[in-house]
């Protein structure tokens, strides 16, 4: 599904990084997303936006899961 988006969807090299770094370089390497943190154990909703990229993060402010467009 992600592939329909313009630019970069995916950035698996952000995995175990920080947070706050992350949504940085997410946002400068794809103009058309917005990224932002989501603590783990949170409830977001289930819809696809080609706009959004939710950067999973533990208490440490540490990457979870892999960023991508969603």
Not at 40 to 57: H, I, K, L, Q
């Amino acid at each position: 599904m992600a592939s329909h988006c313009p630019g970069k969807n995916v950035w698996p090299e952000l995995l175990g990084k920080n947070g706050d770094r992350a949504i940085i370089i997410i946002e400068r390497e794809n103009h058309a997303v917005t990224a932002s943190l989501v603590p783990e154990g949170s409830f977001v909703t289930a819809d696809f936006r080609c706009d959004r990229v939710r950067v999973w993060v533990n208490k440490k402010n540490i990457i979870i899961r892999v960023p991508a467009i969603g």
